[in-house]
């Protein structure tokens, strides 16, 4: 005979994750090193536009597709605006952008239109700017969207994201670095806050042995070291690998870690942190031969096949009254 289980039955409340709270970017105590296509100006081009009744908007978008050349790379802009017109029954009339100016002669362009019977509001073609750019965050797009509207849609999945605990952590690795009044580097595993390598510039011993390239130079001996003297083990295929790896112990040596610098590092250091492939660096100082910000931005430059995040001016304002003057804008 079954038992009869009379016990109350455990409800399973649903709890909800506990939202983080990330620092919006004005917040941030430093300042991301971005591309220069994040920060360029309106770059604007010519194009010309007509205007057409509402019901005829149909025939002059197929007349511009079979007849015209395309408006490649310019994707971005939107193809019709409204002009209001209040003597017409909609009360407005559609502005269409239909080509390039580099690409026809006005003179040509409005023959092709009498030649097709296009329909037209009115047969004046009009000559208008338009941003030669996609906007690649809302500061460009509010600039540049009074000019002719654009089509952009702002992800910020991919944006870098800080709560006050990870700046405090940041905070807490520069201030040793500066503490040394050297100019000094760091290497951490973010997953895990552990510091893996710290080195201080020796160029007194041999011109190439920059802070950088020593950090990167110990993780390397310490993997050495932990492999048994026998280098890094070999690079495997996905199905070698199992659950109990280390996302860290991948092909390249510094996969995923952070970089602190007490200055911002020269062309070689930069380099040597790409083909790392270290994930983010974080440096006070600016120097006069710098290339993450100063000259260059390595980090960012589009021919590389890794690229990294970059911010600058940790603690820069607090420390600099602390620091040797012999550290502020030196060459690197």
């Given at each position: 005979m079954s038992e009869i289980n009379d016990k109350p039955k455990t409800k399973v409340k649903n709890v909800k994750a506990k939202a983080i709270d990330y620092l919006p970017r004005e917040e941030w105590p430093f300042v991301e090193v971005l591309a220069d296509e994040y920060e360029r100006e309106l770059e604007a081009v010519d194009v010309?536009?007509?205007?057409?009744?509402?019901?005829?908007?149909?025939?002059?978008?197929?007349?511009?597709?079979?007849?015209?050349?395309?408006?490649?790379?310019?994707?971005?802009?939107?193809?019709?605006?409204?002009?209001?017109?209040?003597?017409?029954?909609?009360?407005?009339?559609?502005?269409?952008?239909?080509?390039?100016?580099?690409?026809?002669?006005?003179?040509?362009?409005?023959?092709?239109?009498?030649?097709?019977?296009?329909?037209?509001?009115?047969?004046?073609?009009?000559?208008?700017?338009?941003?030669?750019?996609?906007?690649?965050?809302?500061?460009?797009?509010?600039?540049?969207?009074?000019?002719?509207?654009?089509?952009?849609?702002?992800?910020?999945?991919?944006?870098?994201?800080?709560?006050?605990?990870?700046?405090?952590?940041?905070?807490?690795?520069?201030?040793?670095?500066?503490?040394?009044?050297?100019?000094?580097?760091?290497?951490?595993?973010?997953?895990?806050?552990?510091?893996?390598?710290?080195?201080?510039?020796?160029?007194?011993?041999?011109?190439?042995?920059?802070?950088?390239?020593?950090?990167?130079?110990?993780?390397?001996?310490?993997?050495?070291?932990?492999?048994?003297?026998?280098?890094?083990?070999?690079?495997?295929?996905?199905?070698e690998i199992t659950d109990n790896d280390q996302p860290k112990k991948s092909a390249y040596l510094c996969t995923g870690y952070d970089v602190y610098l007490t200055h911002e590092p020269c062309a070689m250091c930069a380099m040597a942190l790409v083909h790392s492939r270290v994930s983010r660096v974080f440096y006070s100082i600016p120097s006069k031969t710098g290339s993450l910000g100063t000259n260059y931005k390595i980090h960012s430059h589009p021919s590389l096949n890794h690229h990294y995040r970059v911010f600058k001016h940790v603690l820069f304002t607090e420390n600099l009254p602390l620091l040797d003057p012999s550290l502020l804008d030196q060459e690197l």
């Open positions: 010309y536009t007509v205007y057409v009744e509402p019901k005829q908007t149909n025939n002059v978008l197929k007349f511009v597709q079979k007849h015209l050349p395309s408006l490649e790379g310019l994707e971005h802009c939107k193809r019709i605006r409204r002009i209001t017109k209040q003597e017409t029954d909609a009360g407005f009339v559609l502005e269409v952008l239909i080509c390039l100016k580099e690409k026809m002669l006005q003179e040509e362009l409005e023959r092709l239109l009498v030649e097709n019977d296009q329909q037209l509001y009115e047969p004046t073609v009009h000559l208008v700017s338009v941003s030669r750019h996609a906007p690649l965050n809302r500061q460009q797009y509010e600039a540049w969207n009074h000019l002719w509207p654009l089509s952009y849609r702002e992800d910020t999945r991919l944006d870098p994201k800080f709560t006050k605990d990870d700046i405090n952590v940041i905070h807490d690795h520069m201030r040793h670095l500066l503490s040394l009044s050297t100019v000094a580097c760091r290497i951490v595993d973010p997953a895990t806050n552990q510091v893996i390598a710290q080195e201080k510039d020796t160029r007194d011993e041999h011109p190439l042995h920059h802070a950088v390239i020593n950090c990167v130079n110990m993780v390397a001996l310490k993997e050495n070291e932990a492999y048994g003297g026998q280098g890094r083990r070999p690079k495997r295929t996905a199905d």
